[in-house]
């Protein structure tokens, strides 16, 4: 198994340095820099999530390899409050936070691979992937 970069994340500086390490990680697997920089934003988006809405939580990433393609799964999880209702979430435009409400759908769109799993009172956790192409 390949080893797992662990980013705990708390301040705005947790997740400038979750982008550098994924950064780091998708040049390190091959991808390009147009693919290193979506990585990034995705990275970005889940990271300012967790310390918008739960305050606290962990970003890990990991080269992986089905045998066919490599590529990043990047998991960012939390003990937050959860979200109630997924479906409403993950819709274009909405958002609790008065921003412009982009950033799972948007991130989802970015990634190739995106799973989005809460329960209220007990946290979030989001898992997505990106293959090389």
Known sequence: MEAEIRVPIERE???????????ELAAETGFSNTDRTI?????SE??????????R???????VDDGIRVG????????????ADIDLAMRDGYSTAKSLGVGLPGTKRIMDEFELTSAVGKGTTVKMTRWLR
């Open 39 to 43: 990585i990034a934003l995705a990275i």
């Open 13 to 23: 500086e947790d997740v400038v340095l979750a982008r550098q390490k994924g950064r």
């Open 72 to 83: 990043i799964l990047i998991v960012a999880q939390d003990e937050g409050p959860g979200i």
């Open 57 to 63: 939580g962990e970003v890990t990433m990991r080269r």
């Open 46 to 55: 889940i990271a300012r999530n967790i310390i918008s809405y739960a305050h």
